[in-house]
């Protein structure tokens, strides 16, 4: 029997897995009937046993005891990979964190084919971290090891954008040339690509990729700044205190506004200094919020309110996001104006990676027949538009926003195994 090969996309803020099954390339329902599984970890205080993705997110909101981890993918090719963090008092690191994550998902994948899977490609974003080469090429060194201890005989990447546009490939009648834009939870990566149905079996794609770009910006960068705008104020950001009317420290703000920097804050050190800092506020009320969130540890559930309020807003002009654990009956209303306000600076870089990439390839915004957008934060209006005035005349695809890639690697690994 040929040996089983899979693509993993080891999302920000989703992750899949798909499977080459007697020559059909599927994603594997790796939740009950779910084929995408949020990127995330929920650790159980009484045994530091790991729960995944769903499961995780509920016994998380749910406020059972332990600690919660999003957005691991960011931590690759940083310092933060040496450094390790506390969990539950015990010391890890984030390998044998993430090495768990990613085990789970293959050892899901390998019940449902009843074998071992040998070979991978794993996505990779264009770039782990910017204008950085040498934290590009450790983060994907990291990603290497981490799927060598899963098992794997056989490792590959491939460029996510570039998976995205295999898995739309196979539909595409003629030949069309094309730009992906992949917006996920941690990049925003494009590439310009000729595509056909004809080449879906093609093995060597290099003379058909014309070019490559990407900003590590995506939907958790939405997120902080949409908590900085409308949320984080009325915690007390930028609040004054003292006989000097000094501004408070922004950086515990800052951090909290960020999926994975949110567990590092609450230490005894910086409730301590926020206690102190209380007695001098002028805004008691908001600034005793931020004490509330640190002692109780919920700065996820306000990011989470963040997040809720974002995809809200593709639909509806105004939200009003709802704190309850912080005071019963407390909401903060988000208009849409406000959020895009807030991204303008963000969606402003989206556009000159995507021009930066069709000017590497040598081509108009013209020449673009077919736009595939995948990736949750393509969902947000600004962006949206954003690629309808680029491509004016271009055929926009956004079906299977947060699979694609998962099944475009899928793809890719059938054709190099």
């Known amino acids: 029997m040929k040996p089983l090969s899979c693509g993993i996309d080891f999302g920000t803020s989703n992750s899949t897995i798909a499977i080459d099954l007697n020559g059909e390339i599927r994603l594997v329902p790796i939740e009950q009937d779910h084929v995408t599984m949020p990127s995330a970890i929920f650790f159980q205080q009484a045994n530091n046993k790991a729960l995944y993705g769903r499961v995780a997110v509920r016994r998380f909101f749910d406020r059972e005891p332990g600690r919660f981890m999003r957005s691991l993918k960011r931590v690759l090719g940083t310092s933060l990979m040496k450094q390790g963090t506390l969990v539950n008092g015990a010391a890890m690191n984030f390998g044998g964190i993430i090495t768990a994550f990613l085990k789970h998902l293959k050892d899901g994948a390998e019940a449902q084919a009843g074998a071992t899977i040998d070979n991978v490609v794993m996505g990779r974003p264009v770039h782990f971290v910017d204008n950085d080469p040498q934290a590009d090429e450790q983060a994907q060194a990291e990603l290497r090891t981490i799927a060598g201890r899963l098992g794997f005989k056989h490792i590959e990447f491939q460029f996510e954008p570039i998976a995205a546009a295999f898995a739309h490939e196979a539909s595409i009648s003629g030949e069309k040339l094309a730009i992906v834009a992949d917006l996920g939870g941690g990049t925003s990566d494009f590439t310009v690509i000729r595509l056909s149905s004809r080449y879906v079996n093609k093995p060597d794609r290099a003379s058909d990729i014309l070019a490559n770009t990407g900003v590590r910006i995506g939907g958790n960068d939405f997120d902080k700044a949409l908590s900085l705008a409308a949320i ?98 407390f909401g903060i209303p988000v208009a849409r104006t406000l959020f895009e306000e807030a991204i303008a600076d963000d969606v402003r870089a989206i556009e000159t990676s995507a021009r930066a990439c069709l000017q590497a390839a040598g081509v108009g915004p013209e020449a673009i027949e077919l736009v595939i957008l995948t990736g949750g934060s393509t969902e947000v209006r600004s962006v949206q538009a954003l690629f309808r005035q680029l491509f004016p005349k271009a055929e926009l695809a956004d079906q299977n926003k947060l699979s694609s890639v998962g099944l475009g690697l899928g793809y890719d690994s059938r054709a190099r195994f």
């Open 232 to 329: 984080m104020p009325e915690i007390g950001y930028r609040t004054t205190y003292g006989s000097k009317n000094l501004e408070v420290p922004l950086k515990p703000f800052h951090d909290l506004a960020e999926w994975s920097k949110v567990n590092f804050l609450y230490t005894p050190k910086l409730i301590m200094q926020t206690r102190q800092l209380l007695h001098e506020s002028h805004d008691k009320t908001r600034y005793g919020r931020l004490l509330d969130v640190l002692v109780r540890e919920t700065g996820h559930m306000l990011l989470a309110g963040a997040e809720e309020a974002k995809i809200a807003l593709s639909d509806v002009d105004l939200y009003d996001t709802q704190f309850d654990f912080i005071q019963e009956g």
